[in-house]
Every structure is written in structure tokens, then in C-alpha cells.
């Protein structure tokens, strides 16, 4: 496989404010790349420099070969895009709003666009203005895989749409992929990215802090052990155990919460030394693993308690 | 101390236009009134001012106007009806604007009763109307007092307080009309067509003889009757008092049935007013043949053709209804003149009589077709930039169409807009000229229709070259700016001994006169090179910058 996307120190600013600063990975063709971060880390912006609707101020970023800011023409005829924030024409209806995009890309299939319409369950008969949020949301993904695109690029994609249809969007993704397209899934719902993405990249403060597969990424996970046992055992005990990032006892006293990052062999042997009722493990979530790239460095800020009065 | 309360964060909301209506046009009248006494300097020049006044009687009242006040009130009279247009855009806003935007949802999730919200709002319009009032009348005070002109403070305030009642009309019809659509352009075009409609309802009887009963059907006639800055003048208040019960009817309609519609809904008309509902065709859910989605070009003309057939129905008809009123004009002072064997022979020896004459009027009177189809192409440049604003040009963009091309097919499906108009108007002056019998030359008519053409391009190229720097409500301010201060230098600048060089600025300047003199080539070539210019800086911006949202 070779690299579709190719992103290298793509850096943009807005004024004196932040956007993305020497942004670089690559996606491989037919892969499932998820890009997560929090609001306002500079997700939206990538993909828009990617859609050359913004112009990148260094680096470069080229699609299957092509640059993303010269070639944006060549690009497009390749690409399905789903924007964040979909807007359009508030009084044109779904289906004009399709006919439109379906006259403007050229080639579209117009039964494969009918069944998309009948998959998704949207109704093109209304106007842009009176869709719901996932209504419009339907809208754009359809003008996004009506003409089987080469690469698809989703920002936020299931935004407001209801489980049946999150789940029908999987299947189309999974069939996109299927049939070679690659798919770049920006996204904050990580169980999304964890079922549809074979890579992520993490995207901080307009910097890129990891970029790895989904299972890779999970390696940096923490263990959560949570033992009961038949007495009162002293937190002290464990606190200090080769690994452990945080013990935590419940109300009675008799269960303990330890976190340990790397081997479980201390926390265990150490656990043995008190008379044991149960012992059960749980793996942090792509969500836990997110977090905690956020935590510990000031990030997580403290909101101000300034009361308006 | 904007953000404490609705009403605090509404009035912020109207600064602009507190300074743009309220100085600007307060300062031009103060200009003008200070300007007076240099217009009037012999008895020839007074009684010429008297004379060109009655000619243009179907335009205002020509009252007094060897006085400053009579002479203002004259001349500016119609311009202080057009600030009816700011009332009218903010009351569509305030309300159904924000249920547009979804914000309205917002607002009234916070613990304040709907109605509350809602008096907030209207009372921050009617305070930012009535401090735009206050500023005109305090600068046409000061500019009284500097020329003498023998009206008091009071009779300001007066002038003020009908300006605020016949604006807050039309703002309160816009709030009226906001509750049975759920769209706020409709409120806002709908009240703009009956601002027209009532303007030129109210010049019917200064034309046309008998007539004054059509007129009293429109509240601009009861705005237009009281004339306070001319001395002597006693206030109407029976006139005030008919514009505040209207203001009570519509604004108190409009805001009761605000309370008790649906959010983001409308008021059901009766059966008998609505659209039947029909049910959806499948066939018809995805028009993939229809002609208007085929090219960006064709979804340009089609986004510009409600617009268009509109504009198209007020400038062409303003066009022809300007021809009447030229021929009529001729024909009210030939039957004035004939009385006086000495005043026949001074309107025979001008012309009067002869269809030059008629062209000297129509030529007059077309300074306002550019005026309104520049308006036209500033709108239209607007909703460009608004697209941008609003992220409507994302997907279109995500198409494999460069920036280029899109800009240049909706610059073309605007052009053709344009052209459109232009043409129409040809034919309806045309057609006016010859069942009113007047042999007017048709080559000059053309020009002077055709002529308006290349001035709704260059606003059209300049809005577009704006567009690529500025967010909408800036280009849109800024261009209007532009067009005022245009039409100000090319119509008042004369009267002001303005020097050749400034008059020169305005892009009316090389429109000239074209029906007495023919269609000036070399002067529209140099505007369509302009434009062209403008259009290409614009394309040069808008491939290259950000797409903003």
C-alpha cells in the first residue's frame, strides 16, 4: 500500500490566533484513519486545508499524489467531503440540493443515489430549513458517497444522528472501504473511531501528539484493578508498588481501586499478603486513553467561578 | 454593560446605524441648510429655484422654497422616507432574524417570559429610531440656526417625531408581516415593495390631478403633510396621530401574535389565503432534470430570479411611470402658463411644449434608474458574500469546480440579471413613450436605458471585490455608503459649487444625460473597464484566500 494522503509541517495560523502548527502523518490508500481531539484543537481546520478551502501558511499536504492547494480541482473529483457544520440554501429542498450536487460532481448513479436516499431514510422532499440537525446530516453524507468517492473525508459525521442511522452509516463506510476507498474520520466519539478505524492520529493544541493504530494506541493503556477484600486494607500498602498511578478505596474500606500502568505482577503479589474476595480488571476505553491525553498538564483547566449577576 | 440585558444587547446590535442614518443623514441636511443662502443670492436665482421646483412638483411638495426649511423639506423630504428601510430590515431581524439563526431558542430558554424578550427588543428599535430621529432633527436645528431659517427646536423635534412614526410604520408592518413566514426575507421584501408602492401612491396626486384620495391611501401622504421646518407651518397632528395608530395596529398585531405562534413557526392564514397543500411527488423529490441544477451558472440565475423579476417589475415600471409623469409634468405647466401671456412665452421659448421638453424632464428624473439598479447589484453581491459567511460555499466548493469558475458563473448569471433588467426597462419606456404620443428619440431612450448597465456591473464587481475582505453586513454597509455618497455628490454637489474634479468621483457623473445627449460611449466603456478591473482583483482575492466561516 502507499500513502493517499500525505501531510507534512502543514502549519496555519488565524492572525495572532492558533490553528494548527507542523502537522505531519500520512494515510495509506483503503485505510480508516480517525483524527480526534478535543473542540477547537484543530481538526476542522486540517480538513479544511485538506479541501483547500483554507490556505496552509507552511508545509505541505497532497492527496493521491496531487497538492491539495494546486490541484485542488483534480482532488475533488476523488474526494467525498462531509463539512462539520453543513449549511446551505435554506430554501432549496433535499432533493434539489442532491440534483444540484449530483449535476455538479457529473456520473453519479442515480439508482445508487436513490438507494442512499432509501438507506439513510431521508425525506428530499423538504427544505434545507426545515431538516432537523441529523436530517441535514443524512443530507450530506449522501452528497458525500452518492458518487463513490476515493477518499472520503468526514468531519464529525454522525453529529445528531440517531443510533439506527449511526449504524447505517458504519455499514456505508465499512462498504466504502471495502471496495478500496479510504476514509479520513475526524471525530471527538471515539467508540466511532475505535469501530471503524484501523489508525488514529490524537491532534492537541494544533499539534499532532500520536499517530498509531487503534490497538497500538490502546497499548499505552492503564489496567484498573479493583479488589475487595475480607477486611479494612491500608491504601498505603499499595500506593507505593512499582506501577501504580493511583489507589483509590471505596466507602466500606474493604475494595480498592488501583491503577496501575504497565505489569499487574506487584499490585497481585501484594494483594496476596490480605485475604482476597474478588479481584476484577477492566482496560480504560479509547475514550480513557483520549482523556488522558488531555490531563495532567494543565489542560484540563478549572472553569472560572465568575457568577454574572 | 451592552450585555445586561436584551434590550442593552439589541440596541448594540443598531450602533452602526444609529451613526450612519442618524449623522449622515443629519449632517446632509445640516450641509444643505448651511448651503441655502448661496443658492438664493439674486432674485433670479430665488425665483429660478421656485420655478425648477414646481417642474419637479410630483417629486415633493414645493412649498416655500425660497426658505432654507421650505428648500430642505423639498429636497430631502423623500431621502428621510427612505431611512424606512433601516426600520424595516431590523424589525424583520429582531424577531423572526433571530428564529431564523436558531437563536431565539436560546434567548428564550433563559428565565425571562417570551414576552418580555419581546418588549425588550421592540423597545431597543423604537429607542435606537428615536435617537436617529433626535440627531437629524438636532443637526437640522443647528444648521436652521446657522442660516436663520426661523424655525425653532420644537419644530425640529416635530420634523424628528414624523420621521420616527412613518419609519416605525414600516418597521412594524415588517414585524407584522414576519409572523406568517418563516423567513425573514419575505417580511423584509414584501415591506420594501410597499415602501415603494406607498412612495409613489403618495406622488400620484402631486402629478395627477384629482387624484389626492389615492394618495391618502398611503402613509407617506400623512408623513409628507406636515412640513416643520417651514416657517409659519402649523404641526398636522391628525397626520401624526393616523401614522401612530398605525404604528399601535401593526406593531401591537405584530407582537400579539408573536406571543402566541410557535417558536420558528408561523401564523395560519385563513383557508382561503393558503397555498393548498400538496403532497409530495416522489418524481418530483429529485428534480435531476431540471434546467436550474444543471451548472453552477444555471443555479445562479435561478437564485437571482425572484429577485430579479421583482427588481425588474419596480425599475422598468418607475421607468415608464417616469415618463408619464414627465409628459403630465408638461402638461400641468402649459395649462399654468397659458393664464399668462408673458409665462407662455417664457415656457414656449424653454422648449415647453416640444417633446425636448419632455426629455428634459425624463432626463432629470433618470438619475434614479442607476441609483435603483445599483441597488440591485448590491444586494445580489451581498447574498455572495453571505454564502461565503454562512458556509454555503463549502460543498460547492468541495465540487470539481475551481474558485474561478464559480465566482464567474455566478458573476455571469448576475450580469445577465442585470442586462435583463436593463433591457426591460428599454421596452417599458419605450412602450410608455409611445401611448403617451410623446416622439421621444428612441436612440437616446436606449442609451439612457442601456446606459444603467455598466453602473449595476461596477457595484456588482465592486461588492464582489469587497466581499473578499469584509464579512456581508460591512460590504453591504459600505457599498450603500458608497451609493448614497455618489448620488449626493452628483445630485446636490452642483447645487453646492462642488468642484469638477469631486463630482467626478461619482460613477452617476459619467452617466450624465444621456436622453438629451446621447449615449456617452467612451464614459461606459471606461465604467465596463472598471469593472472588469474590479472583477478581476476580486478573483484574484477569492482564489486565494480562506474560505471563511
Redesign the interface.
Known sequence: MSAIIEVEHLTKKYGSKRGITDVSFSVEEGEAFGFLGPNGAGKTTTMRLLMALLRSDAGSARIAGLDCWQQAVEIKRLIGYVPGEPSFDPGMTGGQILAYFAHLRGSVDQAYLKQLIQRLEFDPSRKFRQYSTGNKRKLVLIQAFMHRPKVLFLDEPTNGLDPLNQQEFARLVQEAQAKGSTVFLSSHILSEVEQLCTRVGIIREGQIVRVGGVNEVKDIKRHVLTITFANVVPVAAFEQLEGVSRVEALADGHTLQVEIRGQADPVVKAAAAFPVLSVSSHEPSLEDIFLRFYEGDGLAKKETSDVVH | MWFTSVFMKTLREFRWALVGWGLGMGLLMMLVLMAFPSLVTTPAAKASLVSVGQSFAWLAAPVRLDTAGGYVMYKYGLLLELISIWSLLACSRILRGEE?RGSMDVLLAQPRSRRRVALEKLAAFWAAQALIALIIALLAYAGGVEVNAGYSLGDSLILGLDVVLLCGFFGSLALFISQFS??RGVATGLTGALLVVFIVLDMIHRGFPNTDWISQLSPVYYFNVNKPLIPGFSPNYGALLVLLVLNIVFGGFGFWLFLRRDVGGIVRLPAFLRQLARP???A?????K?WS????YA?GLA?ALRPTLWWTLGIAGLAAFMVEIAVQTQTNLKTLYESSPILKSMFEASGGGSSDFVAKILSTLFIFMPVLLMAFATTQASRWTG?EE???Q??????????LNVLLARFGALTTSTVFIGLVTMAATSLTAMTAGVSLDQGKLVAATLSIIPLGLLMAALGYLLGGWLRTAIETGLLSFLLVIWFFLSFVGPGLNLPENTLRLSPFYYYGNPILDGLPIWNMLGLLAVALLALALAAWRFT????A?
Open positions: 431564523e418563516v423567513d409530495a411527488n416522489p418530483r423529490a429529485l428534480p435531476l431540471a441544477f444543471r451548472s453552477l443555479r437564485m454564502d454562512d458556509g454555503r463549502d460543498l460547492i466548493l468541495a465540487t470539481p469546480h475551481s474558485r486565494r484566500k480562506d474560505i466561516r
